[in-house]
């Protein structure tokens, strides 16, 4: 017997086509898994050219702008008012910005970037890491609030006057936005001062240390639900944290050419540690959303749905009936604001080069007008993608449709329902969806939406119970948000169907 047994143990058989659909499953998924490195660094160009975009943009043409809105000022007395406006709201919103930029500047001169240096120098390896990764969680908290007080600021300025005043006046706006984007540079530069001890350190501890931070990102985030809507924030985040974390590694690369006479040779000596930051940032993504997409059965076609939303915010600020500049939408998508960190590029450079002599000058004008040339070249190649691939996600008809006003979409989506009232035809959600008497009035459906802008604290789904006229009791699901309302603040519930 024991003879047999051990026969048949080893002649045993089976045949896998008896389950085919779990391992044609399994194969899929690891498809899957090999196509997400390709896919997701495609939505990251993609976003880092649009950061790009927003960044080039306050030092190219929002100079040229205050200095036109500045102008029409000026000739105002001589042409006469010709309109109801002495500037447009574009103008005011420009000009505003300018104001913001020039006295922050002028208060970093105030800020010693040598003597934050060698306070953080002097602090232990332990205590280094524990303030890095607190600037991280500030960052991301001045971002959150930051966009919101330079909005209030820009409605404020641009409101309307025949309203009723509900708000606190245009200067403490304005002297709130001063000290979020003062403060928020400072940040940034701690943090850059923090990135540059790590690569002045002898030993490098550091900045390793720094560096496997990242990989313990991939444990706080592998690990959880994740729907689209989710996995959609994560990106943008992802695709805002690479593009700040390579202008701090190039403010870091600044200063210490700096302090070596801007030898040629000090670069190759700062390559290794800029490639090892690099890497590790793109390792880490391409773990992070692999996993994710796996353990929640996400498809890789859905980073092109991303891809779309992204370049939806690029076409639509070109509409005619556009309600916001571009590079407000990026910063309310992505949690990206530009103005800080340009501040402090601009401090870094300004103290870093000196300008002495007229072919410094000259050399200079020309750098800028390089900067221009570029900025309206990527302009042009991100518009002409963003129009594919919105016409490849058949989001054409979109594009012409305003942003609705609050009073009037109320009454319009009541009358609505209304009117509907009696069809019980069209199948059960239709009917659920469509009675206004029993239908608990739902705080997001009311609110004013728009296609980038939203700032909802709902999760996903909601589940209400109807009670129909045969007494049965009904439960209704809310149907998610669209891409399209999903900001990097947005609340997204964990649900997964």
Request: hydrophobic fraction near 45%.
């Amino acid at each position: 017997d024991s003879n047999l047994s051990v026969f048949a143990e080893l002649t045993r058989g089976y045949f896998l086509e008896h389950n085919e659909a779990k391992y044609t499953e399994r194969r899929e998924r690891v498809y899957t898994c090999l196509r997400i490195p390709k896919e997701l660094e495609k939505l990251m160009i993609f976003g880092f050219f649009l950061c790009l975009d927003a960044f080039l943009y306050v030092f190219t043409l929002l100079p040229l702008r205050v200095l036109l809105a500045l102008i029409r000022l000026l000739t105002l007395p001589c042409c006469g008012l010709s309109g109801s406006r002495l500037l447009q709201p574009a103008q005011v919103c420009d000009v505003l910005k300018g104001l913001i930029m020039v006295l922050c500047y002028s208060m970093m001169h105030y800020v010693d970037y040598s003597m934050m240096y060698h306070l953080i120098r002097g602090q232990s390896v332990i205590k280094l890491y524990i303030i890095y990764n607190m600037l991280e969680v500030a960052d991301r908290l001045f971002s959150s609030f930051g966009q919101d007080i330079l909005d209030a600021l820009y409605w404020t300025a641009t409101e309307p006057k025949e309203r009723k005043r509900a708000h606190i006046g245009v200067i403490p706006h304005f002297f709130m936005a001063v000290l979020y984007v003062f403060l928020h540079a400072i940040l940034i530069m701690v943090q850059a001062t923090t990135l540059n001890v790590a690569f002045n350190s002898h030993n490098k501890s550091l900045l390793t240390i720094m560096m496997s931070n990242n990989f313990v990102e991939i444990k706080g985030s592998v690990f959880k639900k994740f729907e689209k809507n989710n996995l959609f924030q994560m990106s943008n985040s992802d695709i805002k944290e690479r593009f700040t974390n390579y202008v701090l590694l190039l403010i870091v690369c600044l200063r210490n050419m700096e302090q070596f006479s801007w030898n040629p040779d000090h670069l190759w000596v700062l390559f290794p540690d800029v490639c090892m930051v690099v890497a590790s940032e793109i390792a880490v993504d391409v773990v992070k959303h692999a996993f994710i997409t796996k353990f929640n059965d996400i498809p890789a076609d859905v980073y092109s749905e991303y891809r779309a939303s992204l370049a939806f915010d690029l076409v639509s600020s070109r509409q005619k009936n556009a309600y916001t500049d571009y590079s407000d939408s990026v910063s309310r998508r992505m949690g990206f604001i530009p103005l800080p960190l340009a501040l402090l590029l601009i401090r870094v450079v300004t103290s870093s080069v000196k300008i002495q002599g007229a072919l410094a000058v000259v050399c200079v004008v020309l750098f800028y007008l390089g900067m221009i040339t570029l900025k309206v070249l990527n302009s042009i190649v991100l518009l002409g993608k963003s129009c594919v691939y919105v016409k490849e996600a058949n989001m054409e008809e979109k594009l012409f449709q305003s942003p609705p006003s609050a009073a009037p979409s109320r009454v319009s989506s009541r009358a609505h329902r209304t009117k509907h009232t009696r069809e019980s035809d069209e199948g059960v959600s239709a009917s659920v969806i469509t009675q206004p008497t029993h239908q608990p009035e739902r705080t997001a459906s009311n609110l004013p939406t728009s296609e980038s802008d939203q700032f909802l604290t709902t999760p996903d789904e909601s589940e209400e119970k109807i009670i129909t006229q045969d007494g049965t009791e009904l439960v209704h699901r809310a149907p998610k948000k669209d891409l399209l309302e999903i900001d990097r603040f947005t609340i997204c519930g964990n649900r997964i169907d």
